[in-house]
């Protein structure tokens, strides 16, 4: 089972950016598609952005515009580059396969959107 690890949150300003790395143990090659999901307190978790292996991608219409997912299958890494960030882009963001994997959530990585 492919261990999937998180990284790259932290504290930015509305208007800021940030890029999110999602490290794999294992070849992610062999996973169609992966996505990017976040949660909010007292939320549900919700798929943020999602990509193929071939490359196509998806977004939510909240992030249309603003985010940017990628995957580097050599490297066996994600990533999500975010800008013009928002306060309700405030959560803890995961990646995992789409659909997700009850086994691969990681621990996540906090993003907070606050001036």
């Known amino acids: 089972q492919v261990q999937l690890v998180e990284s790259g949150g932290g504290l930015v300003q509305p208007g800021g950016s940030l890029r999110l790395s999602c490290a794999a143990s294992?070849?992610?090659?062999?996973?169609?598609?992966m996505g990017w999901y976040r949660q909010a307190p007292g939320k549900q978790r919700d798929l943020v952005a999602r990509?193929?292996?071939?490359?196509?991608?998806i977004y939510a219409g909240s992030v249309k515009g603003r985010f940017t997912i990628s995957r580097d299958n050599a490297a066996n890494t994600m990533y999500l580059q975010m800008n013009s960030l928002k306060p309700e882009d405030t959560a803890v963001y995961y990646c995992?396969?789409?659909?997700?994997?009850?086994?691969?959530w990681g621990q996540g990585t906090q993003v907070t959107v606050s001036s």
């Open positions: 995992n396969a789409y659909p997700s994997l009850s086994a691969n």
């Open positions: 990509i193929a292996s071939t490359g196509n991608t």
């Open positions: 294992g070849s992610i090659s062999s996973i169609f598609w």
